[in-house]
């Protein structure tokens, strides 16, 4: 498996899904802090999600170096995150799931961060099977 970092947009359209997400699931005290920490700071959301990732590449790739991301990153990232129209649910469960699979290396999946972002793609998928008409018409039983 390789790893890499992901792209500034992917961290903006995480931090939509997170904002969509709904505050329930088994990490919700944890959704709900970093949905408040959306509206009162984004930018400090980007950067925990920024270096989640890069601790992930660091615990792959022995002699990777911390990549510093520039005030034009985040800005990319907050270009996406904060448009009104245009990301689809699917979208931003794909790219949750890159995110996730980008951030999991050594012990990051243990991280508090990547578990509550784990918990928004559980969410977000729940959303997006729930609207499917066969999902709909199954019996409760």
């Not at 996406?80 to 980008?102: A, E, I, M, R, W």
Request: glycine share 4%; charged share 30%.
């Amino acid at each position: 498996m390789s790893a890499y970092l992901v792209e500034n947009e992917t961290l903006g359209r995480v931090m939509k899904a997170i904002e969509k997400s709904g505050r329930h699931g088994r990490e919700y005290l944890l959704i709900d802090e970093l949905k408040n920490e959306l509206q009162s700071n984004p930018m400090k959301v980007f950067f925990r999600l920024h270096d989640l990732n890069v601790k992930s590449l660091q615990q792959r790739y022995e002699d990777q170096e911390y990549i510093t991301p520039s005030q034009k990153d985040y800005k990319e990232a907050f270009k996406v995150f904060n448009q009104p129209f245009g990301t689809s649910d699917y979208q931003l469960l794909k790219s949750l799931k890159c995110y996730l699979y980008q951030s999991c290396e050594g012990n990051c999946n243990k991280d508090e961060l990547y578990k509550a972002v784990d918990c928004v793609s559980d969410n977000i998928s729940s959303d997006i099977i729930s609207k499917i008409p066969e999902y709909n018409e199954a019996e409760w039983r």
